[in-house]
């Protein structure tokens, strides 16, 4: 018996009238045997037993249930069983491995602007970085990823204030997230239209070494559906860009049957 989750419940379900042994991977067991049903009156034989077998006689992977059923008669016995294996819902969705997704910085996120006439929000796309000015061997508490810096165009002058957004989506139960980036010079981020955190760029100029930000994604924050990150950006630095990987794990959706 191949098991990936040890049961709660291990029965073993006989119509036998004699004597047997119970062996769980190599080792005999004191089963407590109950009686649940006369089948038929006065036909001891078809009583039906249940073998409630000691649960932590199992182990998780490749099992063996050893059954020695004696019979000293002259004649042949009836014999019937079944073995059935219970385990909670609850615990079967806790051992669905998480399914892991990553949102990582790249020109498909979104740049928020604000019609001064109208107020109302624009959106557009991010460039590449061209002024970037840190490589991976620069960060520390980032680990290289698919992870592109992005900005804006920027001719002879600076954008200093940049509104950058992305998003990712919830179908299943979240379990844990975390925000890993690196925003010259200083940034609040919002989870929802909710402040999060504000931090500021953390580095030595020479020889340079910056230190990524980590923020950890609490689950209060955010919700079944579509969830939205924005980044507003302070930077009047040389380092002309903005790097992020966001992880997200949510609770896996495998068939249980």
Known sequence: INMSLVPDFAHLHLMYPLDMQIKINGSLV??????????????????????????ESFVEGPNELELEFNNQRSSN??????????????????NIPPVVTSVHSNQTWRVITVDPETGEERSSSPVAATNWGITWDNIEGFAPSAASPIWVAEDSLQVETLVL???FDLDSEFQEGQID?????????????????????????????????????????????????????????????????????????????
């Open 165 to 167: 957004e992305t998003e």
């Open 77 to 94: 016995q009836d014999l019937a069983m079944n073995l059935q294996l219970r385990t909670s819902l609850l615990r079967i969705r806790q």
């Open 181 to 257: 980036f690196v925003a010259p010079e200083e940034v609040t981020v919002y989870i929802n239209g909710n402040r999060l955190s504000n931090a500021i760029m953390d580095y030595d100029p020479d020889p340079l070494m910056v230190y990524a930000i980590p923020l950890q994604i609490p689950a209060q924050m955010v919700q079944m559906g579509k969830n939205k990150i924005r980044f507003e950006i302070s930077n009047s630095s040389s380092y002309r860009g903005f790097l992020a990987t966001i992880t997200i794990a949510k609770a896996g959706k495998e068939e249980i049957r």
């Open 30 to 55: 004191e089963a407590e045997i109950v009686p649940v049903d006369t089948l038929t009156a006065d036909k001891p034989a078809t009583t039906h037993y249940v073998a409630i077998l000691p649960i």
